[in-house]
């Protein structure tokens, strides 16, 4: 005789892939308010900065988003917003399109990722990026800002791999080129 087993409630596992470095960073931690009533966000947009006053827009996912938000922090620069894309697939459209919204006059937007262009998100991901920046401003341009196209997920030596990385924090900050 068979017996039916009692449905039970689908349950999602939590799969965090971060480096260590993440786990302990200051600014990426959550109060247990947040922990225990709020909820994930498939896009973080940017308060911090007076929208009227932005001429660039950032879009970033990951550990970058650190190093971009502390270099622009050490510079004082309020010209710049950083859009944080929390989850990469399925793609958040309307959560992307809404977060760039208040940025709707501007035309400089770059995507920035610490992987070799080649890697990461930027192959896979560009198309939605381009889609909902049509919908939000038809003139925008996105760019790309990070390391090189390369065979090998990181560069070998830490110092090299550390001067890359301050060269393309800089060249996305850089509001001049």
């Known amino acids: ?7 039970r409630p689908m349950r999602r596992p939590l ?5 260590k470095w993440i786990l302990r960073h200051k600014l990426a931690t959550s109060s247990l308010e947040e922990l225990a009533h709020g909820g994930f966000k498939t896009v973080l947009g940017d308060d911090a900065v007076d929208p009227s006053q932005v001429r660039r827009v950032i879009l970033c996912s990951g550990k970058v988003y650190y190093h971009l938000f502390e270099a622009r ?10 859009v944080r894309i929390e989850q990469l697939y ?4 309307e959560d992307l399109r809404l977060a760039l919204k208040p940025f ?16 990461g998100a930027w192959y896979s991901s560009q ?6 920046l049509d919908r939000v401003n038809s003139d925008a341009f996105l760019r790309y800002a990070g390391r090189a196209a390369s065979s090998a997920p ?10 890359e990385q301050n060269k393309f924090i800089n060249a996305a900050l850089d509001v001049t080129v």
Not at 90 to 93: N, Y
Not at 127 to 132: I, L, N, P, Y
């Open 90 to 93: 399925p793609f958040p459209e």
């Open 104 to 119: 709707e006059h501007v035309t400089d937007v770059i995507w920035c990722q610490e992987e070799p262009m080649n890697q």
């Open 1 to 7: 005789m068979l017996r039916r087993q009692a449905i």
């Open 154 to 163: 990181a560069a070998g030596y830490h110092s090299t791999h550390v001067e």
């Open 73 to 82: 922090e050490e510079r004082q620069q309020t010209n710049v917003a950083l």
């Open 127 to 132: 198309h939605r990026m381009k889609r909902v």
């Open 15 to 19: 799969v965090v892939m971060s480096p």
